[in-house]
């Protein structure tokens, strides 16, 4: 019994320490996984501390900018609009009865006086019509005095009288009506001026409505304009206007506001003004575009700014001031100093020459940005720099400096495209 008991004691014990060995292997291997893991994401976050102390502790070169002064003007305001040429006189000339086009009296280009013949349409028809009207007058004519004389005897009555007389009206009627036809079949100039380009041909057979040729009276020109309700108050009769044309660039043209329109357009709430233009030295076409320029007798308080100081986009007009109480000495330019700078939205109003009058946004005193605002945001470090040579290179890249970009950008991705070819 007791051998029995020692054997099986005996072949168990091994089991019992194979278990343990086991036990102690799968908990080693676990913690040096973790351990192996721990070092890991130990390492990744302090990476990622590190990387954005050094974010944090980076700060990019302050950019390089001119400024100006800002200052206070008074300007008189000047009321802008875009029009037209029109001429004294200008018609379409067309026929008011239909016919054949049997002669044409003009040149394209010709001026011509007023009444003289344009387009002579076939009248052979009314020709006929008209010697069977007059026939039927001189007739009614006829039987009208019988009438009156038959009366005078008392042979007829007074109805037949009537009635005879009416047919007498009635016939002459025919007949100015059909002279009247005859003389709309002559198509004559209705007042003076230069012919356009002739439409029509010989033979050709118009209706009412066929355009023949223009007529223009260009003695007198005026120039059409609408400017905003706003303005009303601003404008009167007899007030001068400078405006240009891009047919004559440089050529300063003056016209007189002779009527302007008692009612306001209820879509666009513009006003329809007219002026006669004045003495031109230089000959104007009607339809001609034209940019009027208006010198009203408001005074505008506005604070002058280079317009290369203003920048566009669709969120509205900004401008970039420098901050004066971040101002530093620069460590790497002696002499120069740093700043901060914010973005202001301006309220641009009335233009002289280069410059803009800005209504609101920006203060007396302040220092505005003017180059190299495409690289400047809010809070972004510049670096003042007014010198006469900077301020010159500075204006005259400014324009440029986004097509360089762009075409570097364009250069630099052809040139990966090539690359990434030759190795395939």
């Known amino acids: 019994m007791s051998r029995l008991v020692s054997e099986e004691v005996s072949k168990s014990l091994p089991e019992k320490v194979t278990g343990k060995m086991s036990k102690r292997f799968v908990i080693g291997t676990f913690s040096l996984i973790a351990i192996i893991l721990l070092l890991v994401f130990g390492f990744y976050f302090f990476k990622q501390y590190m990387i954005k102390t050094k974010l944090a502790a980076f700060s990019f070169p302050p950019v390089a900018v001119t ?69 039927n007058l001189m007739l009614a004519e006829l039987e009208y005095q019988r009438q009156l004389k038959l009366l005078k005897t008392h042979s007829t009555s007074q109805d037949a009288v009537d009635s005879s007389f009416a047919k007498l009206s009635t016939s002459q009627a025919d007949v100015e009506y059909i002279q009247t036809q ?47 309700e706003a303005y009303l108050s601003r404008v009167a009769l007899k007030q001068q206007v400078h405006f240009s044309t891009d047919t004559y660039p440089g050529e300063d043209f003056i016209a007189s506001i002779i009527a302007i329109d008692p009612m306001v357009d ?95 946004g920006v203060s007396e005193g302040e220092q505005v940005v003017t180059s190299n605002q495409q690289q400047l945001k809010p809070g972004s470090k510049v670096l003042l720099n007014n010198s006469e040579a900077f301020a010159v290179a500075a204006n005259s890249d400014q324009t440029s400096v986004v097509q360089k970009t762009f075409t570097q950008k364009r250069v630099g991705s052809n040139s990966a495209e090539v690359n990434h070819n030759q190795g395939e």
């Not at 002559?186 to 002739?198: E, N, Q, V």
């Open 67 to 135: 400024s100006v002064s800002t200052y206070k003007e008074d300007w008189l305001e000047e009321i802008k609009a875009v029009g037209h040429v029109t001429a004294n006189q200008e018609v379409d000339i067309t026929p008011q009865l239909s016919g054949q086009i049997k002669r044409i009296a003009f040149s394209s280009g010709e001026y011509v006086e007023e009444g003289q013949l344009i387009v002579q349409l076939d009248t052979r028809l009314l020709k006929a019509n008209l010697k069977t009207s007059q026939a």
């Open 182 to 228: 005859m003389d709309f079949m002559a198509i004559k100039a209705p007042f003076s001026g230069r012919l356009g380009i002739r439409n029509v041909n010989i033979g050709d057979y118009v209706q009412p409505g066929t355009s023949i040729v223009e007529l223009q009276n260009q003695d007198n020109q005026f120039i059409d304009f609408s400017i905003p």
């Open 266 to 360: 209820s879509v666009s709430h513009n006003l329809d003004i007219r002026a006669q233009v004045l003495g031109s030295r230089v000959p104007l076409i009607s339809g001609m575009y034209v940019e009027a320029n208006i010198q009203s007798n408001h005074m505008a308080h506005v604070i002058p700014l280079p317009s290369i100081a203003v920048t566009y986009s669709l969120y509205g007009d900004a401008v970039y001031v420098l901050k004066p109480e971040t101002k530093c000495a620069s460590k790497e330019h002696k002499g120069m100093f740093e700043y901060q700078v914010e973005r202001r939205a301006v309220q641009v109003g009335p233009t002289r020459g280069g410059n803009l009058g800005i209504v609101s």
